[in-house]
């Protein structure tokens, strides 16, 4: 069973601070949803408007279409993961599992049937007895995960869970993460601040930047058309190049720099006028070195700085003649030993590839 | 020679100086308990003897000095003592711990008024709170008439419960603070996201995770409460609590039943001490039994290691221990070689004692007394004195120490 998530024009405030603001939002029942933000943005306050712990000072936050203002964490259809987790140290693996049957009375032996079935269902069959400190990191989130879908909540609240582990059980987890959803079939509602996780995991996004939100969509859409610059440099990397609009054709615009004029697409909701201050961004795996009979209709000359070696890519830093950085990265089965610090050339991109936005600030790195 | 040896070598006379002048007295006090003279000494030794731990002594001149098992005093005063430890311990652990919990749920400079406010009590002297106590339920004794008020507020026993708990539970306050600072409140946030109501959130989250300092709490409590003489002084009113009677005593001179006391709360606390360190290692290895239990059963084959054995380990205080024994050993031998122990070496110091005694009556009485001696004229050498220690009724007509 699952439950849909609304958040109706939800701030949060501390004192005269918008931890949230105008937080608008319709988490649908089943889905697995993401905010994604830098630290600081105010994720976990939402999460505990959502949960409970936090009353919004505006706004509703509506659970199945019920208001939910008055009621306590411990009476809603929520359960939340916390940042560290909070398991129980005191207790055994079985009894943080069974603890919300516990308080509501469940008979012991049910409650045992239950926390061994969830065990089952995360992989931990038989190590119900440990005590919380003999479980590895990746264990305890699970044990974590468990507990909190021991009270059969309709929607799952995670907040960073992984941020904890190391990047290769972090992999491994979000895999797991993403079955158990879809075993259980319930809302997640996941706080991230690491892209990378928002994107693999999730049906939609939300950013959030400073309390505000600031595009909500598909993973695809929210990287391929970020509405703002901030998506734009927040969600992947994104080369921004700043001018001025110079023409209009169609849904292209042509902005012009202080080393050319480029042409970048135009986002429907963010129409620009011939004159506007702008910034149009390419992404560095959408820079090429043109081969022959290759025709980009935007061509950009840049001088190599430095290289850096990846893996599966390679990444160059230039710059542009104004001084501009710039970065493009090739994948690693492309020979590119022609290419050597200092040297000059020429790189190509397409229209279609690159987004034209309004100026305003970007994410810092 | 490298240096470090003789860091260690003087780290070790340090250690040594420093729990000599810790334990010295206490050891020379437990000594003196199993000197059969009336006075604790070690010099002159007379005979070793259990007596100031069962019956005491009829003294050579008719007093009954009393040994720890007979003397009812002390008995009624250990009573009382813990009467009011326990009655200090159910009252102080849960105004401690309630005070805690209320200082973590404050913020803002509320806060830092409280803490002080609360820590207040161990900055007073005892004295005033003993006093104080006193004097308020004397008023409210006074206004309910006849009654239940007026027979708590007259109550020694009472008033000492409340006195001592007054400071006794700030104690009990930091230790529990301490512990609260290392609470992950996220915890009971988790309890109640878990459908846990606030009373669960209390007795299956916060109590079991107080539950060390609450014995610490208890422990430290019923000591305070024990050993406190001044605020108990003089809210005992008529009653006498241990250290009031010891105090008394120590005013008319004291016996050796007092080291026998001494020496028995010593042994009493190192064993209780003893015995807690004992089940304490057990827990813990029962503890990682288990989890070496867990490593096999669950590890991959490759990841254990097969030579891996508990070897024999020398505990750490066998020099300690070897000392002792060679000192009790030696001790005993002197002993019994010298005749120092049983009635027949009791029986021989008490007639030697005796005739001394009556040989000085017999001086005294051999004196010549006039009156103007006794009016203070110029003959005679006691006129320092008035002259009291010349007469001979003095110690007969005197009742005894009890
Ligand atoms: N109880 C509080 N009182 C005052 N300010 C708070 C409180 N809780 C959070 N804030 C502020 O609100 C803002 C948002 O905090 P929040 O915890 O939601 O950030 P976050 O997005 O979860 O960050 P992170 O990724 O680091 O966890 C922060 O600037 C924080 O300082
Ligand atoms: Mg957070």
Redesign the interface.
């Known amino acids: 069973m699952s439950a849909d998530v609304e958040l109706s024009d939800v701030s949060v405030t501390f004192g005269s601070f918008y931890a949230a603001k105008n937080v608008n939002v319709k988490v649908n029942g089943g889905e697995f949803f993401s905010f994604l933000g830098p630290s600081g943005c105010g994720k976990t306050t939402l999460l505990r408007a959502i ?3 936090q009353e919004p000072s505006e706004g509703k936050v509506l659970i199945d279409n019920k208001d939910m203002s008055g009621i ?3 009476k809603r259809p ?3 993961i ?3 987790l ?3 140290p ?1 207790m055994s693996v079985s009894e943080n599992i069974a ?2 049957l ?3 009375g469940v008979s012991k032996e049910e409650r045992k049937k239950r926390a061994d079935e969830l065990l089952e269902l995360i992989a931990l069959e038989g ?1 119900g007895d ?1 005590k919380v400190h ?1 479980l590895s990191g990746g264990q305890k989130q699970r044990v974590a995960i468990a ?2 879908l ?2 059969e909540p309709k929607v799952l609240l995670l907040d960073e869970p992984l941020s904890a582990l190391d990047l290769k059980l972090r992999q491994r987890m979000r895999t797991e993460l993403r079955e158990i959803q879809k075993r259980v079939n319930i809302t997640f509602i996941y706080i991230t601040h690491d892209q990378g996780e928002a994107l693999t995991m999730s049906d939609r996004i939300a950013v959030m930047n400073e309390g505000e939100l600031e595009q909500i969509g598909k993973c695809d859409e929210v990287y391929n058309n970020p509405l703002t610059p901030f998506v734009a440099t927040f969600v992947g990397e994104n080369n921004p190049l700043y001018g001025k609009v110079t023409g209009i054709d169609g849904d292209k615009a042509q902005i012009e720099t202080a080393d050319g004029q480029y042409l970048a697409m135009m986002n429907e909701s963010k129409k620009l006028n011939i004159g506007d201050e702008s910034i149009a961004f390419v992404r560095p795996e959408s820079l090429f070195i043109p081969r022959d009979g290759d025709n980009f209709d935007n061509k950009i000359n840049v001088n190599i700085e430095s290289f850096e070696f990846e893996g599966n890519l390679k990444n160059f830093y230039a710059r542009l003649q104004s001084g501009a950085k710039i970065k493009f990265s090739v994948p690693n089965a492309i020979d590119t030993s022609t290419i050597s610090s200092g040297s000059s050339i020429a790189l190509g991109f397409d229209s279609s590839k690159s987004v034209i936005l309004p100026k305003a600030s970007l994410a810092i790195d | 020679m490298r240096p470090s040896y003789f860091i260690n070598f003087m780290m070790g006379i340090y250690i040594f100086i420093f729990f000599a002048y810790l334990f010295g007295p206490l050891i020379i006090m437990s000594i003196t308990a199993f000197n059969s003279a009336e006075f604790p000494s070690i010099t002159p030794w007379e005979c070793f003897s259990f007596r100031w731990f069962n019956e005491g002594k009829i003294a050579y001149d008719g007093q009954h000095l009393a040994g720890l098992l007979t003397d009812w005093r002390l008995h009624d005063g250990i009573i009382s003592s813990l009467i009011i430890g326990a009655g200090v311990v159910t009252l102080s652990v849960p105004i401690g711990m309630a005070a805690a919990i209320v200082l973590t749920q404050v913020r803002s400079q509320l806060r830092d008024i409280f803490y002080s406010i609360s820590i207040m009590p161990v900055l007073f002297p005892g004295v005033i709170i003993g006093i104080s106590t006193v004097v308020l339920w004397d008023r409210l004794a006074g206004l309910g008439g006849e009654g239940f008020i007026s027979d708590i507020g007259r109550n020694g026993i009472f008033l000492t419960i409340l006195a001592q708990t007054c400071f006794i539970s700030t104690y009990c306050f930091l230790i529990f603070v301490a512990r609260l600072q290392r609470f992950d409140q996220t915890q009971e946030e988790a309890a109640l996201d878990l459908g846990a109501s606030q009373t669960q959130v209390f007795f299956k989250i916060l109590v079991p995770y107080l539950s060390p300092a609450i014995a610490s709490a208890a422990v430290i409590a019923f000591l305070f409460s024990f050993e406190n003489y001044n605020t108990t002084v003089f809210s005992i009113l008529s009653d006498q609590t241990l250290t009031t009677v010891i105090a008394s005593k120590v005013r008319l001179g004291i016996s050796p039943a007092l080291s026998a006391l001494a020496l028995t709360i010593i042994a009493l606390t190192i064993i209780a001490a003893a015995t807690y360190e004992v089940l304490r290692r057990r827990a813990e290895k029962r503890y990682k039994d288990t989890q070496e239990k867990f490593v096999k059963e669950k590890a991959a084959d490759n990841r254990i290691n097969k030579n891996y054995k508990i070897g024999f380990k020398v505990p750490r205080g066998i020099v300690t221990i070897l000392i002792l024994v060679v000192f009790t050993i030696y001790g005993a031998t002197q002993i019994l070689k010298n005749d120092l122990y049983g009635q027949s070496c009791i029986d021989a110091a008490d007639t030697e004692k005796k005739s001394k005694f009556y040989d000085q009556l017999n001086a005294l009485d051999a004196i010549e007394l006039s009156e103007e001696e006794l009016s203070g004229g110029e003959l005679g050498g006691n006129q320092d004195y008035g002259d009291i220690f010349g007469d001979p009724s003095l110690f007969q007509d005197f009742g005894g120490f009890d």
Do not use: I, M, W
Request: charged residues 15%.
């Open positions: 949960s409970g712990f306590g964490p411990n929520t359960a939340l916390f940042q560290n909070a398991l129980f005191l603890f919300s516990e308080v509501r190590q440990k003999q507990r909190a021991a009270v």
